[in-house]
T-cell receptor, first 110, second 114 residues
Framework: GQQVMQIPQYQHVQEGEDFTTYCNSS?????IQWYKQRPGGHPVFLIQ?????EVKKQKRLTFQFGEAKKNSSLHITATQTTDVGTYFC??????????FGRGTSLIVHP | DAGVIQSPRHEVTEMGQEVTLRCKPI?????LFWYRQTMMRGLELLIY????????DSGMPEDRFSAKMPNASFSTLKIQPSEPRDSAVYFC????????????FGDGTRLSIL
């Protein structure tokens, strides 16, 4: 079945440093979604990418979808303490059900 | 607009007891997902409903777990009998079109089986 790998599992950064999490699928995806879960909270939808090579920005967050539509990344510029949480990717392959990665937990040290 | 509503928020019970978790999806959403989240296994999909019909229940751990969606505005996840290894946070999520549209998650039910 489809597998979605996400790395790293954890990332510690100093406030102001950049952060990147990577998502790789074993199969070609029709779309990929990104979610953020704050500690003690629930996953919240951030963005969806559909097109090959697509790049979308939300303030300090930049999302990319690979040319082969098998990988994606989320980059945060100049992290802030409000960025703390776990970032999940969810890839939609041949089925109608997206597969979630294990998530990357971001810890920001002030 | 009201989001996905789950109840209870917390449940603590002894092993062997029946546990029922409830979910009210966002009005107009025809897809509903039940997830279980643990540190060890991450976010696992248990079952997916579309238009109140179970489409994929391959993630349901075993026969002790069952889920129903009697109408478009209500779903339940039942565990009977419960075991300590069922302790986890259970999320319900809904969307307008399966995995093609964003999923909106409820606040979850934190379940502890003693």
């Amino acid at each position: 079945g489809q597998q979605v790998m996400q790395i790293p599992q954890y990332q510690h950064v100093q406030e102001g440093e950049d952060f990147t999490t990577y998502c790789n699928s074993s199969t070609t995806l029709s779309n990929i979604q990104w979610y953020k879960q704050r500690p003690g909270g629930h996953p919240v939808f951030l963005i969806q990418l559909v097109k090959s090579g697509e790049v979308k920005k939300q303030k300090r967050l930049t999302f990319q979808f690979g040319e082969a539509k098998k990988n994606s990344s989320l980059h945060i510029t100049a992290t802030q303490t409000t960025d703390v949480g776990t970032y999940f990717c969810a890839g939609l392959g041949g089925s109608y059900i997206p597969t979630f990665g294990r998530g990357t937990s971001l810890i920001v040290h002030p | 607009d009201a989001g996905v509503i789950q109840s209870p928020r917390h449940e603590v019970t002894e092993m062997g007891q029946e546990v029922t978790l409830r979910c009210k999806p966002i009005s107009g959403h025809n897809s509903l997902f039940w997830y279980r989240q643990t540190m060890m296994r991450g976010l696992e999909l248990l079952i997916y409903f579309n238009n109140n019909v179970p489409i994929d229940d391959s993630g349901m751990p075993e026969d002790r777990f069952s889920a129903k969606m009697p109408n478009a505005s209500f779903s339940t996840l039942k565990i009977q009998p419960s075991e300590p290894r069922d302790s986890a946070v259970y999320f319900c999520a809904s969307s307008t079109q399966g995995g093609n549209q964003p999923q909106h998650f409820g606040d979850g039910t934190r379940l502890s089986i003693l």
